[in-house]
């Protein structure tokens, strides 16, 4: 029978990378060390280090994982080509216009 073994590098990863975020949360950036956030996790600065090569490369990860949920929450809907929903969501004096902006404006 084989062993199901969760993915444990990418678990503590996790755990790094939401304790880091906590932490910068609560004292900025500046302040939190590697050593701050190895404490917080009662884990070895070099455990830490095995992970990640530095704080910057902590604070990328976690600006790569802020990127992805934007992408996420801000995806088009599939199918929908960028203009249509562009288009939708502008006032209907400026959408039913003439053909010019700059009339819309002037009142």
Known sequence: MPIIRTDAK?????????????????RGTA???TNHISEALNMS????YYHFRNKAAI??????RIMQAWAENYALP?????????WSRWPPAISQSSGSTASSFAT
């Open 31 to 33: 302040n939190v060390t």
């Open 45 to 48: 600065p070099g455990n830490l």
């Open 10 to 26: 990418a678990d503590t990863k996790s755990r790094i990378l939401d304790t880091a975020l906590a932490l910068f949360n609560e």
């Open 59 to 64: 604070v990328r990860e976690i600006f790569v």
């Open 78 to 86: 599939e199918g929908t080509p960028p203009t249509s929903r562009l």
